[in-house]
C-alpha cells in the first residue's frame, strides 16, 4: 500500500535497522524501544489489522517467525513478551499488522 508505513520500510523507502527477512516477514528494531530488545515483525503482504486477517497460514507463519527471530535472532532464551496491538482501541498506530517482540529485562504485567 502505497502511503503504508510500513510497506515502505519494506521496500526500503524509509530505513530500518532490519534484525531478519525472508520471503513471507521483515523484522527491525522499534524507533522507540520500550524495552531493551523490542523488534516489529509484519508480513511482507499489507494487512491492516489482525481483525482484518483471516488468513490462518498467513497467522501461523508470522508467529513462527516471531519465535524463530526471539530465540535464534534475539537470543531472548529467558523470555519475552510479545503485542499485538488491534485498531485504535487497541493502542494501534501503524495499521499494517505487526508483532512487537519485547525482551532483555524481567517484564512486568
Ligand atoms: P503500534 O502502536 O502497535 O501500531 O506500534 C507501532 C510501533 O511502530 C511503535 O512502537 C513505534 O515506535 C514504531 N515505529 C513508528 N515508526 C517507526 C519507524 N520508522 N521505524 C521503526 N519503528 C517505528
Ligand atoms: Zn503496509
Redesign the pocket.
Known amino acids: 500500500m502505497s502511503d503504508c ?2 510497506c515502505k ?1 519494506i521496500a526500503g523507502e ?4 532490519k534484525v531478519f527477512e525472508d520471503d513471507d516477514v521483515f523484522a ?7 524495552a531493551p530488545t ?1 523488534v ?1 515483525v509484519i508480513p511482507r503482504n499489507h494487512i491492516a489489522t489482525l481483525a482484518d486477517c483471516d488468513d490462518s497460514a498467513l497467522l501461523g507463519i508470522l508467529m513462527d517467525r516471531v519465535r524463530i527471530i526471539a530465540d535464534d535472532v534475539l537470543n531472548l532464551a529467558a523470555g519475552y513478551r510479545v ?3 488491534v485498531r485504535e482501541g ?6 499494517h499488522l ?1 508483532a ?1 517482540i519485547l525482551g532483555g529485562k524481567k517484564l512486568p504485567f
Open positions: 508505513l510500513f520500510i524509509i530505513p530500518s535497522a527491525f528494531n522499534d524507533i522507540h524501544p520500550k523490542h516489529l503485542v499485538i496491538n487497541g493502542g494501534q498506530e501503524v495499521f505487526h512487537h
